[in-house]
């Protein structure tokens, strides 16, 4: 199906407009370039970043800060990161600093450590970014405000219960959730109330939610749709980021990747016609800097893209395949793999196909998932000797809690305060707490076999090991109950590398690749260090004759070297493939694929990602 070009015009955007969607869908880029669009068109414009990875910076090539900046080159735009982890010290600090020689030291340990789950970070933002919609006096400088990434379901939810918050405080003992104390939210109550009150609003507010022609990417813009019209965001629409249509009939790559964004589309044709709906193509160069945005949404964007002899001519570094990585893992008998990166890199798949190796290699492996979608079961389709499949469905366990959580407190609480628990218990912190119980079970099987987890706990939930006497509290500020014995081995197990090997999955383009790096960062933090990372769905070498697919091949060499040179102690290699790698027999031949360059006396141009894909297909 063909949708129109992707047009944010001045005399129909409303007064604030928020880009959400999955990670590596293009949010920025895309809330970037229609903020240059609306200024251009003599408006007044503030764009502004809740992304806790935000490369706002690096793609308006400009340095920002938690205040308004004039961009030069773009009369009448200004921009702002808002930084959840800088803003969530702020809102500790204005919350435990009072207390300060007040209350004893276990006292604002106890506090501190309430204040540092993930919604509270998500809050702290929310917090920031309310002042630009719910003070007149921020709102009034600006004709609009644009917002890279929106508020979750979550936020807007406990928003929505501040008449609640007396009440619980009233009943609750702690005066306490995942939060924080709750008497710092009642302050600005009335900003909050307006800024809820604007979002619901279709003459003040558009939600623009961005995807790619990709299924998983459709499927969680479906799902945020669903949940925030459920909440009153109504005024919607749909951006489709990186449309993909070949100019060689002969390009096996170019065609089959032509053929899986219409599959892919096709499949969700019912969601995109239920709502407006537009497209931007798939570009060949980087979406970085102003004239690379200036000209994002027009139709001539690359009047003249020409071929990769650039790609050609570049020698890859050394670069190993899944299979030497393997050959390290399996000489411990035992023990843990798991997968970790931003959404859309392909945890799955390459978790799969080391699964798969293993098992071929005669060890006992079990695979498990937390995709909700069950992308794991699709990927083997088929039964393999040897190697079992489970999937940690986050909603079934953290429900499970849920109830374990209620069922210790509800004689204690009102109406009121159990409604205000029930949505407390609905945060990220809570799903946090209850699939980290859960991967700790599955680590534990590790003992005696190797298990594969395609997903890990979060760097935030990682660095809560730091001191496990603080995870321990958390939970038990929840569920009154001690740590299963899985969760008091967990810490140990995740920081011994001979048990626990963590592997960074990434594409060589910038935002998944500086988001590993950063994930990277905090694993360090907690004292973890990841074993390798994998560049996955590369278009290196492929031989490909479509001049756009060439250009980015030739753009990848830069992600390539930044990876191999300044992030990773080792690094895979894998080529993008014509046949979807699943089943098997497919997944057992990517896992056995060669690197590139240095292995077995390779030269970088072999063996090509064409051959690969005519192999794999």
């Avoid at 917002?147 to 918050?165: N, V």
């Avoid at 558009?206 to 990417?217: I, M, N």
Wanted: include cysteine; glycine fraction near 8%; charged fraction near 20%.
């Amino acid at each position: 199906m063909r949708l129109p070009l992707y047009r944010p015009e001045a005399a129909t955007a409303t007064r604030f407009l928020f880009f959400t969607g999955k990670g590596g869908v293009g949010k920025t880029c895309v809330a970037c370039a229609a903020a240059i669009k609306l200024a251009s068109g003599g408006r007044r414009v503030l764009l502004v970043s809740t992304d806790p990875a935000s490369n706002l910076d690096e793609v308006l090539e400009s340095a920002l800060t938690n205040q308004p900046k004039s961009i030069s080159g773009v009369p009448g735009l200004s921009a702002m990161n808002i930084n959840p982890a800088d803003a969530a010290a702020a809102y500790r600090e204005r919350l435990v600093g009072p207390m300060r020689g007040l209350l004893p030291a276990v006292a604002l340990q106890s506090m501190e450590e309430q204040l540092s789950g993930a919604c509270t970070v998500e809050i702290a933002a929310f917090d920031e970014f309310s002042g630009l919609i719910g003070d007149p006096s921020v709102a009034s400088q600006f004709d609009h405000v644009v917002f890279d990434t929106a508020p979750t379901g979550h936020t807007l939810r406990l928003m929505g219960l501040a008449k609640a918050w007396d009440a619980f405080l009233k009943q609750n003992t702690s005066g306490n959730s995942c939060l924080g104390p709750l008497a710092g939210l009642q302050k600005k109550r009335r900003i909050y109330e307006t800024t809820i009150s604007a979002l619901s609003d279709p003459a003040l507010t558009t939600l623009v939610l961005v995807t790619r022609p990709q299924t998983s990417a459709l499927r969680e813009a479906q799902r945020t749709a669903a949940e925030l019209r459920g909440l009153g965001v109504g005024n919607q629409m749909l951006v489709v980021n990186g449309i993909f249509e070949s100019d060689s009939a002969s390009d096996p790559v170019a065609e089959a990747m032509q053929r899986r964004g219409e599959a892919a589309l096709l499949g969700a044709e019912d969601f995109i016609r239920s709502m407006p709906a537009a497209g931007v193509p798939l570009r060949a160069f980087n979406i970085l800097g102003l004239n690379r945005l200036k000209t994002f949404l027009e139709e001539d964007a690359e009047p003249s893209v020409q071929g990769g002899s650039a790609a050609a001519a570049w020698l890859a570094p050394r670069m190993e395949g899944l299979c030497q990585l393997v050959d390290t893992i399996e000489s411990q008998g035992t023990g843990v793999i798991m997968t970790m990166g931003k959404g859309g890199v392909g945890k799955t798949t390459v978790a799969a196909a080391i699964a798969v190796l293993l098992a071929h290699r005669g060890h006992r492996v079990h695979l498990s998932t937390t995709d909700p979608a069950a992308h794991v079961a699709q990927t083997l389709n088929g039964k393999v000797n040897g190697l079992s499949v489970s999937k940690i469905d986050p909603a079934v366990e953290t429900e499970a809690y849920r109830r374990e959580v209620v069922a210790a407190q509800e004689a204690e609480l009102d109406s009121d305060a159990r409604a205000l628990l029930e949505e407390d218990l609905r945060s990220p912190c809570t799903e946090e707490i209850a699939v980290f119980r859960a991967f700790a079970r599955e680590m534990a099987a590790g003992v005696d076999r190797f298990v594969v987890l395609d997903t890990a706990p979060t760097g935030h939930t990682l660095l809560l090991l730091d001191a496990s006497a603080s995870f321990q509290r958390q939970i038990e500020r929840q569920a009154r109950s001690a740590q299963t014995e899985e969760v008091l081995h967990l810490a140990k197990r995740l920081r011994d590398p001979l048990f626990t090997r963590i592997l960074l999955v990434t594409l060589p383009e910038a935002t998944p690749v500086h988001e590993a790096a950063a994930l990277q960062e905090d694993l360090r933090r907690a004292g973890i260090e990841p074993f390798a990372w994998v560049i996955n769905q590369s278009l290196l070498h492929s031989g490909t004759s479509d001049p756009l697919l060439a250009a980015r091949e030739a753009a990848e060499q830069r992600y390539v070297t930044e990876v191999v040179e300044r992030h990773a102690k080792r690094t895979a290699w894998l080529p993008w493939t014509i046949g979807e790698p699943a089943g098997p027999e497919a997944l057992l031949h990517l896992a056995e694929r060669q690197g590139t360059l240095g292995m077995d006396g390779l030269d970088g141009r072999k063996p090509s990602t064409r051959q690969a894909c005519l192999e794999a297909s």
